[in-house]
């Protein structure tokens, strides 16, 4: 019968040396299989995952967000006893409660991948100016895709490894988002999507939700529809 410990936590990590300790203990009281991948980070986060029990695998130099998910989905691929994967946010965005209700439901359910989405019950804890960038940048994926998400950038997933093996992505940055949903709707995987509460810190917030990242989000969406 399959459990938690046939799901592995996903963990791209990029310079989180201040709330790595805190998120990787969060997950590893629900989940025994986490996979961290040091994305090329410049500060000690590297040295302070070896002295964690997670499987590590490092980039030598930052590839992108997009590209260090693509790293663990390679490595899940392997895994023979691996029924599922979850992706999940190294910044302390994401809650290890919906971490594990979306692995209860992943084992149990038809579809092969549940989308996180902020704008199911959760909207109001989305900062202003991130809120409207998100929504546009949802509009905008949902036409190119010509799927019905509420929510197209969310770290926050659980993905099925027959869905895995079914993708084929080599985006880096975050357009990954944009490709891995266009080839969800393009080889028609069935899909659904549960709430996601958002933990908007000081810390996350002085870390990416600003203007110009979300222009980023437009310009890598350009980007996903010059590759298809």
């Known amino acids: 019968m399959k459990n938690l410990d046939n799901v592995y936590v996903i963990l791209p990590l990029f310079n989180e040396s201040k709330v790595l300790d805190k998120v990787i203990d969060e997950v590893q009281s629900t989940f025994k299989n986490i996979i961290v991948i040091d994305d090329g980070s410049t500060d000690n986060s590297y040295d302070l995952l070896l002295k964690k029990d997670v499987t590590l695998i490092k980039h030598p130099i930052n590839l992108g967000q997009g590209a260090a998910i693509t790293t663990g989905f390679e490595y899940v691929k392997k895994i023979e006893n691996a029924f599922a994967v979850i992706t999940f946010d190294s910044d302390g965005q994401h809650s290890v409660d919906d971490a594990k209700e979306f692995a209860k439901t992943i084992l149990n359910c038809e579809e092969e991948i549940i989308f996180g989405s902020r704008f199911l019950g ?99 969406i350009i980007q996903s529809i010059n590759k298809r």
């Open 122 to 220: 959760n909207e109001k804890n989305i900062p202003l100016i991130k809120r409207n960038v998100l929504k546009i940048a949802t509009f905008i994926t949902n036409i190119i895709t010509g799927m019905n998400l509420s929510d197209t950038h969310n770290g926050l997933k659980a993905i099925k490894k027959s869905c895995i093996k079914k993708l084929d992505l080599d985006i880096n940055g975050y357009a990954f988002e944009s490709q891995f949903i266009y080839q969800i709707s393009k080889r028609k995987i069935s899909y659904r999507e549960l709430p996601a509460n958002i933990i908007y810190t000081d810390y996350s917030i002085s870390k990416g939700q600003s203007i110009r990242n979300g222009f980023i989000i437009i310009e890598d």
